[in-house]
C-alpha cells in the first residue's frame, strides 16, 4: 500500500512569492490534514479536510493561506505571497476517521523562503 | 488556556529503559498519542491510550492516567535507532475535534 505523497520535497523561493504543495493521501482515507512543523517545534495542525469538507481551519493564516481537497482525494495548499516566516516542513497527513485513528504521514515539504 | 510539556531532551544507553513524560493542561481531553519522528523524516505513530493504564506495543509501551493529566512513553531494550524525537499528541473532543502536538522530546542514545 502506498503511504501519503507529497511534492515537491523542497522548495527555495523569495519572499513575496507564490508556493503551492501537493498531497494524495493514503487511498480510501477520508480525513487529510495540513501541518507546519518550524524547526525544534512539534506539528502546528493548518487545516483538517472531511472528504472535500474543510471542517477545520481555524489555524490558517487566511491571509495567505489557501487549501483546496476537490473530489475528496488529494489536495494543494498554497500561500500567496510567501513571507519569510513562512520557511517550514510542510507536513501531509491522513487516516482513515478523524483523530482517533492513526495518522500516516507524508515526508513533507521543506520550504526556505528568502 | 492548554498545554502540553515535555522535556527538550532525554539521553539513555543503549540497551536501557528510557521513560519519557508528557504533562497535559487542555478543556475536552479525549485521549493522548505518541509519535516518532528521526531526522529529516515524517512522524510515525507509536500509540494511543484513550482509558488510564498501560498500553503495550513491543518494545514500546505507554501509560495514560487522565486524573494525574499525565501520560509517559516507555522505550525498553533501547537501540541506536531510537535515536529520534518523540511528540505526544493530546486528543480534545470538544465542539472542535482538534489535535495538538507537544514540542517533542529528543532522544539520545549512547553506545
Known amino acids: 500500500e502506498a503511504g501519503v505523497v507529497q511534492s515537491p520535497r523542497y522548495k527555495i523561493i523569495e519572499k513575496k512569492q507564490p508556493v503551492a504543495f501537493w498531497c494524495n493521501p493514503i487511498s480510501g482515507h477520508n480525513t487529510l490534514y495540513w501541518y507546519r512543523q518550524n524547526l525544534g517545534q512539534g506539528p502546528e495542525l493548518l487545516i483538517r479536510?472531511?472528504?472535500?469538507?474543510?471542517?477545520?481551519d481555524s489555524q490558517l493564516p487566511k491571509d495567505r493561506f489557501s487549501a483546496e481537497r476537490l473530489k475528496g482525494v488529494d489536495s494543494t495548499l498554497k500561500i500567496q505571497p510567501a513571507e519569510l516566516g513562512d520557511s517550514a516542513v510542510y507536513l501531509c497527513a491522513s487516516s482513515s476517521r478523524t483523530y482517533t485513528d492513526t495518522q500516516y504521514f507524508g515526508p513533507g515539504t521543506r520550504l526556505t523562503v528568502l | 488556556g492548554q498545554s502540553l510539556e515535555q522535556p527538550s531532551e532525554v539521553t539513555a544507553v543503549e540497551g536501557a529503559i528510557v521513560q519519557i513524560n508528557c504533562t497535559y493542561q487542555t478543556s475536552g481531553f479525549y485521549g493522548l498519542s505518541w509519535y516518532q519522528q528521526h531526522d529529516g523524516g515524517a512522524p510515525t505513530f507509536l500509540s494511543y491510550?484513550?482509558?488510564?493504564g498501560l498500553e503495550e506495543t513491543g518494545r514500546f509501551s505507554s501509560f495514560l492516567s487522565r486524573s494525574d493529566s499525565y501520560g509517559y512513553l516507555l522505550l525498553q531494550e533501547l537501540q541506536m535507532k531510537d535515536s529520534a524525537s518523540y511528540f505526544c499528541a493530546v486528543l480534545k473532543a470538544n465542539r472542535d475535534d482538534k489535535i495538538i502536538f507537544g514540542k517533542g522530546t529528543r532522544l539520545h542514545i549512547l553506545p
Open positions: 479536510y472531511e472528504n472535500e469538507e474543510a471542517v477545520d
Open positions: 491510550n484513550g482509558l488510564d
